[in-house]
T-cell receptor, first 114, second 114 residues
Framework: AQSVAQPEDQVNVAEGNPLTVKCTYS??????LFWYVQYPNRGLQFLLK??????LVKGSYGFEAEFNKSQTSFHLKKPSALVSDSALYFC????????????FGAGTRLFVKA | EAQVTQNPRYLITVTGKKLTVTCSQN?????MSWYRQDPGLGLRQIYY???????DKGDVPEGYKVSRKEKRNFPLILESPSPNQTSLYFC?????????????FGPGTRLTVL
C-alpha cells in the first residue's frame, strides 16, 4: 500500500537561512512524487514533481527537491528562506502501476521568522 | 482564466439533510478528484474520475457519492451527512499526460454538519 510520511509537524527557520522539509514514501512500483503548498484560506498550489530522470528537481518560487531512491525520500529544499514562504507544505505520491490514487502526507507547517 | 471553482465555499447544515457541493473546471482536464482535509491527517482522497462516466474510490469514500456526466463538472453528494463529515473539502483536476498528472485545486468548501 502507498504511504507518505512527513515526520515534522512544524519547521522553524530564520529568513535567509536554508530550509528543508522532509518527506519519505512507500509505493509498490516506481513513485511519482509531488510537493504542494497551501497558503492560509487558499487551495493547494503545485510546487514541483519528480517523474523520472535527474534526482534534483527544480520548481516554483526557488524551491527544489531531491529524490533519493535508496532512502525513499523526497525532501523539499530552498537555499534562502523568505518570510513569504511561511505556509503548509504537502508531499504526495502516486505509483506507476496504473492507478491514479494519490496519497498525501499530513503536512508540515513552515514558519520563517524575519 | 484557468481555474477550478467550487460552490458553496461555506456550508452549515444539519445531520441527514442531503447536500451537493459542485465542482467545475475550465481546463478540459480528464482527471478530477475530491479530497477532504482534516487537521493532522492531511488530505485524504474521497473519489476520483478519469473521464466522463468513469469514477473510482479513493481512501475514504464512505458516506459520499459522485457523478461525472460532463467532463467539466464533478459534484460531490452527501446523501445523509453526519457530524464526522465536518471538514474542508477540495476539488482538483489534472491532465494525465502520459499517465502522470499535476493537480490544480479549487479554493475549498468548508462544511459543518451539526
Amino acid at each position: 500500500a502507498q504511504s507518505v510520511a512527513q515526520p515534522e509537524d512544524q519547521v522553524n527557520v530564520a529568513e535567509g537561512n536554508p530550509l528543508t522539509v522532509k518527506c519519505t514514501y512507500s509505493v509498490s512500483g516506481n513513485p511519482y512524487l509531488f510537493w504542494y503548498v497551501q497558503y492560509p484560506n487558499r487551495g493547494l498550489q503545485f510546487l514541483l514533481k519528480y517523474i523520472t530522470g535527474d534526482n534534483l528537481v527544480k520548481g516554483s518560487y526557488g524551491f527544489e527537491a531531491e529524490f533519493n531512491k535508496s532512502q525513499t525520500s523526497f525532501h523539499l529544499k530552498k537555499p534562502s528562506a523568505l518570510v513569504s514562504d511561511s505556509a503548509l507544505y504537502f508531499c504526495a505520491v502516486r505509483d506507476d502501476t496504473g492507478g491514479f490514487k494519490t496519497i498525501f502526507g499530513a503536512g508540515t507547517r513552515l514558519f520563517v521568522k524575519a | 482564466e484557468a481555474q477550478v471553482t467550487q460552490n458553496p465555499r461555506y456550508l452549515i447544515t444539519v445531520t441527514g439533510k442531503k447536500l451537493t457541493v459542485t465542482c467545475s473546471q475550465n481546463m478540459n482536464h480528464e482527471y478530477m478528484s475530491w479530497y477532504r482535509q482534516d487537521p493532522g491527517l492531511g488530505l485524504r482522497q474521497i473519489y476520483y474520475s478519469m473521464n466522463v462516466e468513469v469514477t473510482d474510490k479513493g481512501d475514504v469514500p464512505e458516506g459520499y457519492k459522485v457523478s461525472r456526466k460532463e467532463k467539466r463538472n464533478f459534484p460531490l453528494i452527501l446523501e445523509s451527512p453526519s457530524p464526522n463529515q465536518t471538514s474542508l473539502y477540495f476539488c482538483a483536476s489534472g491532465a494525465p499526460g502520459g499517465g502522470v498528472n499535476t493537480q490544480y485545486f479549487g479554493p475549498g468548501t468548508r462544511l459543518t454538519v451539526l
